[in-house]
């Protein structure tokens, strides 16, 4: 079970409150993660990756374990704790601005 950390605005779309708790059926990739959000919660389509490109969003970050990953590849194994359960893989709306 992978605990999933989404900003508010995404829970909004999502309507769901705190964590969101995912099975995934394969390797726990961000990926994975990804087609499993967008799988349970249609409404999350295409807010987190561009559908066209697959591309993470400019506004939004991944970290698990006090990690960035935005910029590692999608298809990277989670780290040990966020595959196990012990810590959750967290989507946050970067901010912009002067």
Do not use: W
Not at 18 to 31: D, F, I, K, N, P
Not at 68 to 84: C, G
């Amino acid at each position: 079970m992978i605990r999933v950390v989404l900003p508010a605005h995404l829970k909004t779309l999502a309507q769901v409150e705190g964590e969101v708790s995912l099975e995934l059926g394969g390797e726990a990739t961000a990926r994975a993660v990804i087609d499993a959000l967008e799988s349970t919660f249609p409404a999350l389509r295409g807010t987190i990756r561009d559908p066209a490109s697959d591309r993470r969003r400019p506004f939004i970050r991944f970290f698990a374990c006090e990690e960035d990953l935005s910029h590692e590849p999608l298809d990277l194994p989670l780290p040990a704790a966020v595959r196990e359960g012990c810590e959750p893989f967290c989507i946050v709306g970067a901010m912009a601005g002067g």
